[in-house]
């Protein structure tokens, strides 16, 4: 069965990428280091407060925010999981990708303003902090960490492997050094310069990942003689591979589109970044712009898993060892060295990218949201938030070097786990006076507790789902039942329980 609920750069542990190690290659990984030092140079001497840290001074322009955003979305699944999924199951894989701009939409309208207008009235820096002052509930924002923290456990660790995969790859250290040197690199740049040099990082990362995709997508087309061609050679072995819902049943398409639909609207990496932006009032573009910069990035997304399925039937390429083999295979086979060592490490660079926010976000979560929830607020947020950012950078790399299998199961419900207990709450919380803080607290506790009960007992194979029916769905939907439920048997006077700035806000 596949499940909906895949983690962006999970995927790069099912697979072994080929050692490259060649001197063009190498170059360009050490240049594109050079440059993250650079830009986290610059971005430490800005970084003077707790604010600074953790939101950047809400002193972000919509461009940098909305190629930071797309960078921190798609992750390492666009370049190496993604297309072997296409290879896998046919045009069905695009059901992730095409509620993206649907998602942009919701996003923008739903939640960006009001996140942006609740962040500078109230000095929030978190996403538990706007659940908190929605309900005026310091339970519900401590509940909202909680729920985050477990899922970016997986996502930090998910991704430190993931980086040592890939940096082995270029440079043959082993995947054991290659995770220390990408979580020594994240960190000293997470460290330093907080979010702020995270965005920057992202604007970098995000461009590299769309110049290498829009290149990789030209050379497919030149070398299959174009989609018509392409399509011909797939159609003459396989049709069902482009029926409409590939290889996939129609439940399990809609599946993804409903999880990675909705789901989006409570990614905590995503969601963050929309306290940072400069100027509410351009967030009209945000959308359209968003969109745009997904369709660049994920031409390789399709291009690859179309491309590399045409060029194996058609004889032009080997037969895969593995399906996460189709990106690297195709870049070593039939595009310039060049190319590929842009591409790996535009696969590095969207695995850091991740890491960061994840480390950034964990570490608030740890010396904001927490002490908030118990009443015992820090005094010096900036330095503890410092030193809990290295503390979970490095956990996260014991945790990847030392249980690899284990790695792989925390990130695949990642996805999942944020969507379940942070959509209701949030986005349409925001939106509907009539919810209720308990209705908040019981959507998040069944968000989490049936995520980790069905992906635990899915995971040792104590039963399996029925065919399209994924733990991340179930627990999505019983999640918005619960809310509602809970919100209705416990309504009151919406002017009473909220707070007049709050209720303005969501009015607006």
Do not use: C
């Not at 050692?19 to 970084?47: D, N």
């Not at 940098?64 to 797309?70: E, G």
């Not at 003689?225 to 129609?250: C, Q, V």
């Amino acid at each position: 069965m596949i499940l909906a609920n895949i983690e962006a750069t999970a995927a790069l542990l099912q697979t072994s990428l080929p050692h490259v190690k060649q001197p063009v290659v190498i170059g360009v990984g050490l240049a594109y280091f050079a440059v993250i030092i650079g830009i986290s140079v610059w971005a430490a001497r800005r970084t003077k407060t707790a604010a600074d840290f953790f939101v950047a001074g809400h002193g972000i322009g919509l461009i940098a925010l909305t190629v930071a955003s797309v960078s921190t979305s798609v992750s390492g699944f666009a370049f190496i999981g993604g297309p072997g999924l296409i290879y896998t199951v046919g045009l069905g894989a695009m059901y992730i990708v095409l509620p993206a701009s649907v998602t942009n939409v919701m996003g923008a309208w739903v939640l960006a303003k009001r996140m942006r207008l609740l962040g500078e009235a109230r000095g929030l820096m978190t996403v538990p902090d706007a659940i908190g002052a929605r309900y005026n509930s310091p339970a519900s924002q401590g509940l909202a960490g909680i729920a985050m923290l477990v899922g970016i456990i997986g996502y930090m660790a998910t991704n430190a492997l993931a980086m040592g995969v890939v940096i082995n790859a270029i440079f043959g250290v082993g995947i054991g050094w290659g995770i220390w040197i990408g979580m020594g690199i994240t960190l000293a740049y997470s460290v330093a310069g907080g979010i702020l040099a995270g965005i920057y990082n992202d604007v970098f990362q995000g461009t590299l990942m769309a110049v290498a995709s829009v290149l990789v997508f030209v050379f497919v087309l030149k070398i299959g003689g174009g989609l018509g061609n392409i399509s011909t050679s797939i159609l003459s072995h396989d049709p069902k591979f482009l029926g409409a819902w590939g290889k996939m049943t129609p439940l399990a398409a809609l599946s993804f589109f409903f999880v990675f639909g909705m789901g989006s609207l409570g990614q905590p990496q995503g969601v963050h970044k929309y306290y940072m932006l400069r100027d509410p009032m351009q967030l009209k573009w945000y959308p359209l712009l968003k969109t745009l910069g997904l369709i660049l990035v994920l031409l390789l997304y399709f291009g690859v898993g179309v491309g590399v399925k045409a060029f194996v039937l058609n004889g032009t390429m080997a037969p895969l060892s593995a399906p996460d083999q189709a990106t690297p295979s195709l870049l070593l086979s039939v595009t310039p060295l060049v190319l590929a060592a842009l591409v790996f490490s535009g696969v590095a660079a969207a695995t850091m990218s991740a890491a960061n926010s994840f480390i950034n976000i964990g570490a608030a979560v740890v010396m904001h949201d927490l002490p908030i929830a118990f009443g015992k607020r820090l005094k010096n947020e900036l330095k503890w938030g410092r030193a809990v950012t290295v503390l979970m950078a490095i956990a996260a790399a014991l945790i990847a070097q030392n249980s690899g299998t284990m790695v792989a199961f925390l990130g695949i419900f990642g996805w999942g786990l944020f969507a379940s207990t942070l959509v209701p709450a949030l986005a349409v919380g925001l939106n509907w006076d009539g919810a209720t803080r308990e209705g908040a607290m019981a959507s998040i506790g069944t968000g989490l507790f049936v995520t980790l009960a069905l992906e635990t007992a899915s995971y040792f194979k104590a039963f399996t789902f029925l065919s399209g029916v994924t733990a991340s769905a179930v627990a999505l939907v019983l999640s918005f039942l619960m809310f509602f439920l809970v919100s209705w048997l416990t309504r009151r006077d919406p002017d009473k329980a909220i707070d007049p700035d709050v209720r303005l806000i969501m009015e607006l």
